[in-house]
């Protein structure tokens, strides 16, 4: 079946510095993948998202890229504001008759400081 | 943008009641949503696809006499945890797509969650 494996948090950075959240990915077929965010007391968010091999997702200064060869799609920034603060999910999706069915990472918990 | 509304968001339980949650879709419709469950520092599991005007289907492991799903309108899903116990206790989110979305990688739109204590 199809997994998703994110690193393990919580990550703390300061303002400014460079962010790496990890996510590899097993999937049977040729899946899409999603990065989701959910900032505290809100729903998740669609953040960026890959639907094919070498694609690259971008979104408010968030970038990942589909990495077939390595089944890896790893969220980076260069420069994360206190703003970014939240729990950040990775996801992938294999459509057909799994259409809207989307399977989660664990998710990693990102705190910015001042 | 498109919302999904979910209600309550909180909700506390005697062991041996049942607890209904809503989710509706705010501003779109939706043939089809989804029961997601989170369990603390684990990801979200999908429970169930719930399908306007027929059954829901059910993840293997999911009961479907314990979790019923009824999605009667094309904005209204509901989650009804019957007989709840202590185990029961968990964050559930409901997500659902715009049935005008023409992709299946068009984005899911979440709720904002609920989280059920079962004492």
């Known amino acids: 079946g199809n997994s998703v494996t994110q690193m393990e948090g919580p990550v703390t950075l300061s303002e400014e510095a460079f962010l790496t959240i990890n996510c590899t990915y097993t999937?049977?077929?040729?899946?899409?993948l999603f990065w989701y965010v959910q900032y505290p007391g809100e729903g998740l968010q669609l953040l960026l998202k890959?639907?094919?091999?070498?694609d690259k997702g971008s979104n408010k200064g968030f970038e990942a890229t589909y990495r077939k060869e390595t089944t890896s799609f790893h969220l980076e920034k260069g420069s994360v504001q206190v703003s970014d603060s939240a729990v950040y999910f990775c996801?992938?999706?294999?459509?057909?008759?799994?259409?809207?069915?989307?399977?989660f990472g664990q998710g990693t918990i990102l705190t910015v400081h001042p | 943008g498109a919302v999904v509304s979910q209600h309550p968001s909180r909700v506390i339980c005697k062991s041996g009641t049942s607890v209904k949650i809503e989710c509706r879709s705010l501003?779109?419709?939706?043939?089809?949503m989804f029961w997601y469950r989170q369990f603390p520092k684990q990801s979200l599991m999908l429970m169930a696809t719930?399908?306007?005007?027929?059954?829901?289907?059910?993840e293997q492991g999911v009961e479907k006499d314990k979790f019923l799903i009824n999605h009667a309108s094309l904005t209204l899903s509901t989650l009804t945890v019957t007989s709840a116990h202590p185990e029961d206790s968990s964050f559930y989110i409901c997500?659902?797509?715009?049935?005008?979305?023409?992709?299946?990688?068009?984005?899911?739109?979440f709720g904002n969650g609920t989280r059920l204590t079962v004492t």
């Open positions: 997500s659902a797509r715009d049935q005008g979305a023409s992709s299946y990688n068009s984005p899911l739109h």
């Open positions: 999937a049977t077929g040729y899946p899409s």
């Open positions: 890959a639907t094919k091999a070498d």
């Open positions: 996801a992938l999706s294999e459509g057909g008759t799994s259409y809207g069915k989307l399977t």
């Open positions: 501003d779109f419709q939706a043939t089809t």
């Open positions: 719930s399908n306007e005007g027929s059954k829901a289907t059910y």
